[in-house]
């Protein structure tokens, strides 16, 4: 065989290579299924194009064709590129603008509620970065950052909200103490009647209102028995009438009976509250008003049974009215 008859079989083949090699790039980038991401084109398209400038054996008409193919592709990815960086950016100032439509009102925003659903708002934004016209890298890397920065601003707006909440509602504490520790009974139950009304429109943190839950509680407690002593020295003072003492007993017991059944239907409500709460601070706030009801029931239960006891024995050995 003659040289040039071995140097043409050999430049067929090495056109037959290149040629499947850029077959092989345009099917990867270029291919109905192909995701469109071009990151991975450049290198091997700049790889490939000088394999075709430095083949040592190709005809000059297969060499000026893989160019051109090769040309073409490279103008087909930047333009597919162009338009991809056109479309992101699009993607990006719509998610802008939603980010930020959720910052702002969280300045002028007092009411922790209205603040943890800004925060569940900014969530569902956040779940959209991957629905839509994909974003490039810098991109992305924007809406990231805005939407972490709102997302901290409303998250420092919340916890100063329930900060200052919890102030307030201390305050009303405070002034229930210091009704108990002038002896006013009352007072002290007005105090915590005006705190549980305030945990209405002062949300603070869970374990914050738990506990001021509990404190509030032991001060209605002890009113309850400064104003029991109190009604025991005035009974002392007087004509014991066990007909009347009876008979308050017993409305006493139905009040009890009547607030052990809403009670009860309040827990049945909120468990099952709980159970179908797919929010961590939701069901937070559940089970500490759970836990409040449930103690509330404890002591209606407990307060029923010293009634019913009481009413038994009084009833089977009445007292003589005292001359």
Do not use: C
């Not at 008859?5 to 291919?31: M, T």
């Not at 083949?55 to 338009?83: M, V």
């Not at 404190?215 to 009604?231: F, M, T, W, Y």
């Amino acid at each position: 065989m003659e040289d040039w008859q071995e140097w043409q079989i050999r430049a067929d083949g090495v056109a037959e290579s290149l040629n499947h090699d850029v077959d092989s790039l345009e099917r990867d980038f270029f291919a109905p299924e192909s995701d469109g991401n071009l990151r991975a084109f450049w290198p091997r398209f700049r790889d490939l194009k000088e394999k075709v400038r430095t083949a040592p054996a190709i005809k000059l008409e297969a060499k000026l064709d893989l160019e051109k193919r090769l040309r073409n592709l490279g103008s087909r990815a930047y333009k597919t590129q162009e338009a991809t960086f056109a479309q992101s950016g699009e993607r990006k100032q719509e998610l802008l603008a939603s980010i930020a439509s959720l910052r702002t009102p969280a300045d002028t925003l007092g009411n922790a509620r209205e603040l943890r659903n800004l925060r569940r708002e900014l969530d569902r934004v956040r779940e959209q970065f991957g629905s839509g016209s994909p974003l490039v890298s810098a991109d992305r890397q924007q809406v990231w950052g805005a939407w972490r920065e709102a997302s901290q601003h409303v998250w420092q707006r919340l916890t100063t909200t329930w900060e200052q909440n919890e102030i307030a509602l201390r305050a009303i504490l405070a002034d229930g103490r210091q009704q108990l520790e002038n002896g006013n009974g009352n007072g002290t139950r007005q105090a915590v009647a005006r705190f549980f009304e305030g945990l209405r429109t002062h949300e603070a943190r869970q374990e914050a209102v738990v506990q001021m839950k509990a404190e509030a509680e032991g001060l209605r407690r002890e009113a309850d028995s400064i104003e029991q002593r109190k009604e025991v020295q005035r009974t002392a003072s007087q004509t014991v009438n066990v007909v009347p003492a009876v008979d308050g007993w017993k409305a006493e017991l139905d009040r009890n009976r009547e607030a052990i059944a809403r009670l009860s239907e309040d827990v049945s409500t909120l468990e099952k509250q709980f159970e179908a709460s797919t929010s961590i601070l939701d069901q937070a706030m559940v089970r500490g008003n759970l836990v409040d009801k449930k103690r509330k029931l404890t002591e209606y239960e407990r307060s029923t049974r010293a009634l019913e006891q009481r009413i038994e024995q009084t009833e089977e050995v009445p007292l003589m009215s005292a001359g």
